[in-house]
C-alpha cells in the first residue's frame, strides 16, 4: 500500500523552531534511531514508528554512522523506508548521520581524522541510498587529531554537496568555541551542538549552553529522559519488559535505586500537578532552555511519540518549581 502522509501534520507551527541563528527550523522533538532500529527489531515496527513520527510533523531523523545493531544497520533501514515510503517527500526531511566512533577495523576506523570522516561518511550515503545528508556530525572530539583536521573534514562535506549543514556532539565548551571559530572561518558555520542532558546529567550548564547561546549555534540534547528513566516505567522498580530489565547496555539496574524512585516519584507528583506525565515533564524541563532547539526521542511504540509530543503543551516553569526540582534532584 502507497504512504500517504497525514495531511495535518503541519497544521501547528509551534512545533518548529529556528536552530540558533541559521534559517533552519527544526520540530521541537527530533527521532533518534540509536535504538530500536537495528537489524535486533522487526523492521515492520521501525517502519511505523518512522511514518507515525513523520504524520505527527517530526520531520528531523538522527543517525549515526554505528547505530544498529550491527553498526549500519540503523542507516540502511532507515534508507528502505526513505526509499519506499518518503521518497516523495525527501525534501520535507531533515536526515542526519555522524562519524566519529569505530566502524571498522585498522588505524582509520574511528575518530577524527579526514581519511575516516569523509570515507565515513560516502559509506552512510551509501546506506542511506541519499546523494547528501541535511546534517554531517562530528560525533566525539579527537584528542590526538588537530581540530583544523576534523573541522577542515566537516566543512568539506558541505562544499562537496554531501551535507547542508554541519554539527558536533560531545564536544566541550572549549573545543565547541575553537571548533565554531574554526568553522566559520572556513565559510561553513556549526549549525548544531547534540550533548547528553537530562535531570541528571546537568555538565551542559556548566558553559556549554552559553556557548551556543553566544555562537548562535542550535542545541539538541540526547538521551533527554535518562534512558528512560524519567518516564513512569521505573516508578514501582524494574519491568521484566523494560530496558533495564532485559537489555542494560545502557540503563542499569544498579542505576534505579531506592534513593532513586524516591527522587523519581517525587517529580512525578510535580508533573500529575502539571497536568503531565513524568516523560511530558522532563522533555519540557529540558526544551525549557533558550539555546535548545529540539530534544531528541528513542521510541519502541507510536504511543511514546504521542505522548513525548504532549510536552510541548506546557514547557514554562516558574522559579518556584525549578528550585523544588533541584532540591528533590540534591535530597
Given at each position: 500500500m502507497t504512504y500517504i502522509p497525514d495531511s495535518s501534520r503541519y497544521s501547528d507551527p509551534s512545533l518548529y523552531k529556528?536552530?540558533?541563528?541559521?534559517?533552519?527550523?527544526?520540530?521541537?522533538?527530533?527521532?533518534?534511531?540509536?535504538?530500536?532500529?537495528?537489524?535486533?527489531v522487526l523492521f515492520e515496527n521501525a517502519r511505523t514508528l518512522i511514518l507515525h513520527a513523520f504524520d505527527r510533523g517530526i520531520t528531523h531523523f538522527d543517525i549515526a554512522n554505528n547505530y544498529g545493531p550491527p553498526p549500519g544497520s540503523a542507516e540502511i533501514n532507515f534508507g528502505r523506508i526513505l526509499r519506499e515510503d518518503l521518497a516523495a517527500?525527501?525534501?520535507?526531511?531533515?536526515?542526519?548521520?555522524?562519524?566519529?566512533?569505530?566502524?571498522?577495523?585498522?588505524?582509520?576506523?574511528?575518530?577524527?581524522?579526514?581519511?575516516?570522516?569523509l570515507a565515513s561518511l560516502d559509506q552512510s550515503l551509501r546506506?542511506?541510498?541519499?546523494?547528501?545528508?541535511?546534517?554531517?556530525?562530528?560525533?566525539?572530539?579527537?584528542p590526538e587529531t588537530p581540530l583544523e583536521e576534523t573541522m577542515g573534514a566537516l566543512a568539506y562535506s558541505v562544499r562537496s554537496g554531501k551535507a547542508l549543514y554541519a554539527g558536533?556532539?560531545?564536544?566541550?565548551?572549549?573545543?565547541?568555541?575553537?571548533?565554531?571559530?574554526?568553522?566559520?572561518?572556513?565559510?561553513?558555520?556549526?549549525?548544531?551542538?547534540?550533548?547528553r542532558y537530562h535531570m541528571y546529567e546537568r555538565t551542559p550548564e556548566r558553559g556549554l549552553l552559553d556557548v551556543l547561546a553566544k555562537e548562535g549555534i542550535g542545541c539538541i540534547p540526547?538521551?533527554?529522559?535518562?534512558?528512560?528513566?524519567?518516564t513512569d516505567r521505573y516508578l514501582n522498580g524494574i519491568p521484566a519488559d523494560s530496558r533495564a530489565g532485559h537489555d542494560p547496555r545502557f540503563l542499569k539496574p544498579e542505576h534505579i535505586?531506592?534513593?532513586?524512585?524516591?527522587?523519581?516519584?517525587?517529580?512525578?507528583?510535580?508533573?500529575?500537578a502539571r497536568g503531565q506525565s513524568l516523560a511530558q515533564f522532563a522533555l519540557a524541563w529540558v526544551l525549557r532552555?533558550?539555546?535548545?532547539?529540539?530534544?531528541?526521542?528513542?521510541?519502541?511504540?507510536?504511543?511514546?511519540?504521542?505522548?513525548?509530543?504532549?510536552?510541548?503543551?506546557n514547557t514554562a516553569f516558574s522559579d518556584a518549581e525549578i528550585a523544588q526540582i533541584d532540591g528533590i534532584l540534591a535530597s
Open positions: 529556528r536552530c540558533g541563528r541559521s534559517g533552519l527550523k527544526l520540530p521541537r522533538l527530533s527521532l533518534g534511531l540509536w535504538h530500536n532500529f537495528g537489524d535486533n517527500h525527501r525534501d520535507e526531511l531533515i536526515i542526519s548521520t555522524k562519524a566519529g566512533y569505530l566502524m571498522w577495523g585498522g588505524p582509520y576506523g574511528e575518530w577524527g581524522s579526514r581519511k575516516y570522516v546506506r542511506l541510498g541519499l546523494d547528501y545528508v541535511d546534517i554531517f556530525y562530528s560525533h566525539r572530539f579527537d558536533l556532539s560531545n564536544y566541550n565548551p572549549e573545543q565547541t568555541t575553537k571548533a565554531a571559530e574554526i568553522l566559520r572561518g572556513l565559510g561553513t558555520p556549526c549549525l548544531i551542538h547534540q550533548p540526547f538521551c533527554p529522559l535518562a534512558q528512560g528513566l524519567l535505586t531506592d534513593a532513586k524512585l524516591v527522587q523519581l516519584r517525587a517529580l512525578n507528583e510535580m508533573a500529575k532552555q533558550p539555546a535548545v532547539t529540539t530534544a531528541l526521542i528513542g521510541a519502541s511504540k507510536t504511543k511514546q511519540i504521542d505522548d513525548n509530543l504532549g510536552a510541548l503543551k
